[in-house]
């Protein structure tokens, strides 16, 4: 035991440093996804955008996450993980510098749109690459290593955007992608392929190689033959995802992947300084302090959520996260309802945002990510997890498409108390359908998944 636990700690660096690797995916993903809130102000005055030319401009990153996401599972099982992050790292800096470089609209949108396809495909391979690298014990903390650099993007990229702000050089804002872009390209040259991918294309040998670098030498025989044997039931072609065996990880994933969108995280990440506005907020450069105040809530409560999440399990935080932000949205919706609280709504609404976001990274934010890891079987899981995450990147399409017009059509109280609804009702589909995944390997869920039995019960 002695012998083991210090192997591990000796190995453990080694883990952490491929998973940060990875997770520069997830950086990028926040970075990209953040900027434009900026840069949008004066790409609207410099092209003379129309307000629909500029929704336009706006989501077309959403746009091409939604085609990344869908295409790339199965490049994710043919190429590998590692080589599908190294070409989205590629691609990540030429859509950095083809927006820094746009010449006019459609050129812009364009790189966008190359950009979104980065991003589509690094949102599900980073974790699912971690997933299959993590010792099972720390699984849920490496993962969430993803879920973290995303929150940090966002931050990162509401703090460019302040810093280009007064020269109003929203090139520049585009641009500095192109840093973690390279950063993520050259550190994947050093990561070893995922053994489980290798054990699955049949290249034992070489997943024999890297489970010897990344576990002690006593794990790495059993955790092979544990693959193997593993292997040995699947089948790995597309009708086997549809196969009743695997319909309720099926049905966790995608619930888990819309809950995550139209509970609403996203009104908050894209239009923050609408809201506070909303609230009479009026000063520009005060709401995009809270905005900032919001971002790093998100990453603190990530943190907290990586220490709880392989100790406390996916189960409790989830669901702890759900009925806080339905709490928080309530609220928030009574804060814009009730006359009295007129002139204390500023920071009403700001405290109950702050506490919106918070609940959100403690749970809903990384476990989605996380379980979607977890609950497929190896030779389909780039395919099973793309599905899942074109329906994520579909949700959040539909909620930053509609959600100026939902507080036109039914008010603002009304849109809040619509979404602490949905989130509701996200928090039975968590408490009857999904899996407690914590501290079991990706064999033995799989195994639980296929034999049919209800995913709570596992
Ligand atoms: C979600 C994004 C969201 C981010 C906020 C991610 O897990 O997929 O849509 O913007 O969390 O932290």
Known sequence: MA?????TSAIRPFVYAAASISALGGLLFGYDIGVISGAILFVQKQFSLSARMEEIVVSSVLLGSLAGAAGGGVLADRLGRRRLLIAAAIVFGLGGVGAALA????WLILARVVAGVAIGVASFVAPLY??????????????????????IGIVISYLVDYAFAGSGAWRGMFAVAVIPAAAFGIGLIFIPDSPRWLAGRGRLDQARAVLKKIRNPDQASSELSDIQESLGRQKGNWSEL??????????VGIGLAIAQQITGINTVIYYAPTIFKFAGLTSSSAAILASVGVGLVNVTLTVVAMQ???RVGRRPLLLISLAGMAASLALLGLAFSLPQFKSVLGWVSIASLMAFVGSYALGLGPVFWLILSEIYPLRIRGRAMSVGTAVNWTGNLVVALTFLTLTKA?????????????????????????????????????????????????
């Open 410 to 458: 039914l008010g603002k109280p009304g849109t809040f108390w619509l979404f602490g609804v949905v989130t509701l009702a996200a928090w039975f589909f968590a408490f009857f359908l999904v899996p407690e995944t914590k501290g079991k390997t990706l064999e033995q869920i799989e195994a639980y998944m296929r034999s049919g039995k209800h995913p709570r019960a596992l």
């Open 308 to 310: 709880l999440i392989d």
């Open 130 to 151: 971690i997933s299959e690298i993590a010792p099972v014990e720390i699984r849920g903390k490496l993962v969430s290593i993803n879920q973290l650099a995303i929150t």
């Open 242 to 251: 549809w196969s009743p065996v695997l319909r309720s990880a099926m049905i």
């Open 103 to 106: 010449p006019g609209t459609a």
């Open 3 to 7: 012998v083991a636990t210090q192997t």
